[in-house]
């Protein structure tokens, strides 16, 4: 089932050291994709790896009703990190288990049963999950999935206000969509999903997957002033991929009316001692090595040497270090030409879009690297 990133070279990686992978051959690549943003902190943190070497030489695993201090302390927190009064805290294994949580317990708090999620969306890969996701691709071959989920046009606030009623549990969406494209919201689009779910007394859940964790120059998109005037706060946030530094983590962080009723949900592997272990040390190192001020300062500095540049680009979008380049023809092309002729690891989102998404602790000077690299490989296509 599993295929290689590049069918006709694969890169077979061996260690890595902040931004830096280095294959079996020796060849040092430039990590701009993060394996999908798991990386936040960089490769190998060593913060990261002597808390996961200790945790592992004190406790592997203990079922989840005995207290330790590895899941104990990651609690505290993520309801301290939480926007709002979020700080009802559910610890996973993934990303899909994360959102299957947030849609489970948006239905036992609110008593109705539909969804409304958005075209483009991605959200997982489990049977609710998936429910909720766009793509016919991913979708088709296991129907019939749930079948009361409503999409809507993405960023169409209006839409969005005529499909929720008092019928509708959850209304998921992701601050800027990651998968379907980089997508942001635009001015007032979360704002009013936050006042059209309050008024129907309807979860509103965010997937903060991709965009959580600082990553757009915030510590929540959800709080991203580029994106909203004023905080919105959810009634689920759901966090995963770079959580535990690609050990497999997500939360789901959830207000007090949505706890007091989530019901009998459960996993033997919530919350297990290493890889708390290993999201502390992330977080710790987010927080103190302020590495969303850094996706800020970066982000903007890349942002603007792609829009001054004479790059055959469409249109640049994202927050922070979530960039999206609309590059108008093959993405995967261009993502494998950065990767064999320039060695930098960059993501397609979609057929057209080529996806940034470096570790947060990248400076000026990979950005540089990643635009001379980009403005070669786009000449080159071009001129074919
Ligand atoms: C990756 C992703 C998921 C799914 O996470 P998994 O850990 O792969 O299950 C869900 N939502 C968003 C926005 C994602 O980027």
Same mark, same amino acid.
């Given at each position: 089932?599993?295929?290689?990133?590049?069918?006709?070279?694969?890169?077979?990686?061996?260690?890595?050291?902040?931004?830096?992978?280095?294959?079996?051959?020796?060849?040092?690549?430039?990590?701009?994709?993060?394996?999908?943003?798991?990386?936040?902190?960089?490769?190998?943190?060593?913060?990261?790896?002597?808390?996961?070497?200790?945790?592992?030489?004190?406790?592997?695993?203990?079922?989840?009703?005995?207290?330790?201090?590895?899941?104990?302390?990651?609690?505290?927190?993520?309801?301290?990190?939480?926007?709002?009064?979020?700080?009802?805290?559910?610890?996973?294994?993934?990303?899909?288990?994360?959102?299957?949580?947030?849609?489970?317990?948006?239905?036992?708090?609110?008593?109705?049963?539909?969804?409304?999620?958005?075209?483009?969306?991605?959200?997982?890969?489990?049977?609710?999950?998936?429910?909720?996701?766009?793509?016919?691709?991913?979708?088709?071959?296991?129907?019939?999935?749930?079948?009361?989920?409503?999409?809507?046009?993405?960023?169409?606030?209006?839409?969005?206000?005529?499909?929720?009623?008092?019928?509708?549990?959850?209304?998921?969406?992701?601050?800027?969509?990651?998968?379907?494209?980089?997508?942001?919201?635009?001015?007032?689009?979360?704002?009013?999903?936050?006042?059209?779910?309050?008024?129907?007394?309807?979860?509103?859940?965010?997937?903060?997957?991709?965009?959580?964790?600082?990553?757009?120059?915030?510590?929540?998109?959800?709080?991203?002033?580029?994106?909203?005037?004023?905080?919105?706060?959810?009634?689920?946030?759901?966090?995963?991929?770079?959580?535990?530094?690609?050990?497999?983590?997500?939360?789901?962080?959830?207000?007090?009316?949505?706890?007091?009723?989530?019901?009998?949900?459960?996993?033997?592997?919530?919350?297990?001692?290493? =890889?708390? &272990?290993?999201?502390?040390? +992330?977080?710790?190192?987010?927080?103190? /090595? *302020?590495?969303?001020?850094?996706? @800020? %300062? #970066?982000?903007?500095?890349?942002?603007?040497?792609?829009?001054?540049?004479?790059?055959?680009?469409?249109?640049?979008?994202?927050?922070?270090?979530?960039?999206?380049?609309?590059?108008?023809?093959?993405?995967?092309?261009?993502?494998?030409?950065?990767?064999?002729?320039?060695?930098?690891?960059?993501?397609?989102?979609?057929?057209?879009? =080529?996806? &940034?998404?470096?570790?947060? +602790?990248?400076?000026?000077?990979?950005? /540089? *690297?990643?635009?001379?690299?980009? @403005? %070669? #490989?786009?000449?080159?296509?071009?001129?074919?």
């Amino acid at each position: 089932m599993s295929g290689f990133v590049f069918a006709e070279k694969p890169i077979a990686i061996e260690s890595g050291e902040g931004v830096t992978l280095t294959a079996d051959d020796g060849t040092e690549y430039l990590d701009f994709g993060a394996s999908y943003a798991c990386t936040p902190v960089g490769h190998c943190h060593p913060t990261v790896v002597e808390a996961v070497q200790t945790q592992a030489s004190e406790l592997l695993f203990v079922q989840g009703s005995y207290p330790v201090e590895a899941r104990t302390t990651l609690y505290e927190r993520l309801a301290d990190l939480a926007p709002g009064d979020l700080d009802n805290v559910w610890l996973c294994n993934s990303g899909t288990e994360a959102n299957e949580a947030a849609l489970k317990f948006a239905r036992s708090a609110t008593g109705a049963s539909e969804i409304v999620a958005t075209r483009g969306a991605f959200h997982g890969r489990t049977m609710g999950s998936l429910s909720a996701t766009w793509k016919p691709k991913y979708k088709t071959p296991y129907e019939p999935l749930l079948s009361d989920v409503t999409f809507v046009e993405y960023g169409d606030a209006e839409a969005l206000s005529a499909a929720v009623s008092a019928e509708t549990a959850a209304v998921l969406l992701e601050p800027i969509q990651g998968e379907g494209g980089v997508n942001p919201a635009p001015a007032g689009y979360l704002e009013t999903a936050r006042e059209v779910t309050r008024e129907t007394e309807t979860a509103l859940i965010f997937d903060e997957i991709q965009t959580g964790l600082g990553r757009t120059g915030s510590m929540w998109a959800c709080e991203n002033d580029s994106l909203t005037d004023a905080p919105v706060v959810p009634d689920v946030l759901t966090t995963a991929k770079g959580l535990a530094s690609g050990l497999p983590m997500g939360a789901t962080l959830c207000a007090d009316w949505i706890a007091e009723s989530a019901g009998s949900h459960g996993s033997t592997f919530s919350g297990n001692p290493l =890889v708390a &272990a290993a999201a502390n040390a +992330t977080l710790s190192v987010i927080e103190d /090595d *302020a590495l969303a001020a850094n996706a @800020e %300062t #970066v982000g903007s500095y890349l942002h603007s040497e792609l829009a001054d540049s004479a790059l055959p680009i469409d249109e640049v979008r994202g927050e922070g270090l979530l960039v999206g380049l609309e590059v108008g023809r093959g993405a995967n092309r261009v993502v494998r030409d950065l990767a064999l002729d320039h060695e930098i690891l960059a993501l397609p989102a979609g057929r057209t879009v =080529v996806r &940034a998404l470096p570790p947060l +602790t990248v400076e000026p000077a990979h950005a /540089d *690297a990643f635009v001379e690299a980009l @403005e %070669t #490989v786009l000449t080159a296509t071009a001129e074919q």
